[in-house]
């Protein structure tokens, strides 16, 4: 698994120029402590995809980097060759070939490489890791999403380094974005599933990737207290009531005004759980449009699994 195609090829460079590179692309601010700080040994490859930044590199001689926690992005780090042992806060992983770990946003953590250590470091927005997990029917209790400060073996027939290989291999084409976002989603989503963190799925909304549900999503999302009707999205999306309905029919399995709900529902979640400053559940019913409090909950324990009281005991606790 390697970088096939990429953006910047640097080849014979010392290790400084390899750090002072990761740092410019926003691979998030360090020291570098080495060794051999006359050879000229070090390797990278980088490239861009959609909203990822990733990198594939060697210093050619035992490095040790001090991450000063400033990056806004979640790291995957997969170690292709040698061996590679990060620390943070008293806890110790080494990695090995095909070993690989999620680093948090602005966490400290010192990175020591092995002379023939080569990296793939994936670089994920944090707020593209939160959209995707809010997209895909999973919250998180209070605060923000944290992965398991643990290694994982990565299968060589996993579907996940499958993709991997993929995205690798995709050649840089400016007009394709809506491929690399559903190349970056699918990323985001496995990372989800593959490595452990404090996300929990409650339900399954149905997902599309047609243009006009997306639309319709971000026009819902937009105006989510808002009273939206079937005239809305037909002007949205400039297609007639019954040409709305059939849409979501057929690419969700749902009327308009039921996605429609469920979309709130997620929203009135979400506040419940996270929100210090909500006093009741009805006050947020009430905000999101629910004006028949017995009908709110009977739909909201339909779709959450739970109570709203529940959901906001376990917020308020």
Do not use: W
């Not at 050619?60 to 806060?89: D, I, M, P, W, Y």
């Amino acid at each position: 698994m390697h970088l096939k195609v990429c953006d910047r090829e640097a080849i014979g460079v010392s290790a400084k120029s390899v750090s002072d590179f990761l740092m410019s692309e926003h691979f998030g601010k360090h020291e570098l402590i080495e060794d051999s700080p006359n050879d000229r040994l070090a390797e990278i490859k980088f490239k861009r995809f959609g909203v990822l930044s990733i990198s594939e590199h060697c210093f050619g001689c035992e490095t040790k980097l001090n991450a000063l926690g400033s990056s806004e992005n979640f790291h995957l780090q997969v170690v292709l060759s040698g061996e590679s042992v990060v620390q943070s806060r008293g806890l110790i992983q080494r990695l090995r070939h095909g070993d690989s770990m999620m680093l948090a946003p602005h966490s400290s953590f010192t990175s020591t490489y092995s002379a023939d250590c080569r990296k793939l470091i994936i670089c994920i927005p944090a707020s593209f890791i939160e959209q995707t997990a809010f997209e895909f029917g999973y919250r998180v209790h209070k605060g923000t999403i944290e992965f398991s400060f643990e290694k994982k073996r990565l299968p060589h027939s996993s579907s996940f380094i499958c993709l991997l290989e993929a995205i690798l291999q995709q050649p840089k084409d400016n007009s394709n974005d809506r491929g690399f976002m559903y190349y970056n989603k699918l990323l985001a989503h496995m990372v989800i599933g593959e490595f452990s963190c404090n996300l929990e799925r409650y339900r399954q909304l149905p997902m599309s990737e047609h243009r006009l549900i997306e639309r319709i999503r971000q026009h819902v999302l937009r105006n989510i207290v808002q009273d939206i009707s079937i005239e809305d999205l037909s002007k949205v999306c400039r297609l007639s009531r019954k040409s709305i309905y059939n849409l979501c029919r057929r690419e969700l399995g749902m009327t308009p005004l039921s996605y429609i709900r469920c979309l709130k529902l997620d929203s009135v979640y979400s506040e419940l759980k996270q929100d210090d400053r909500v006093r009741n559940v009805t006050e947020v019913a009430l905000k999101y449009g629910f004006t028949n409090l017995g009908r709110f909950s009977a739909q909201y324990k339909e779709y959450i699994g739970e109570l709203p009281s529940q959901t906001f005991r376990k917020g308020v606790f």
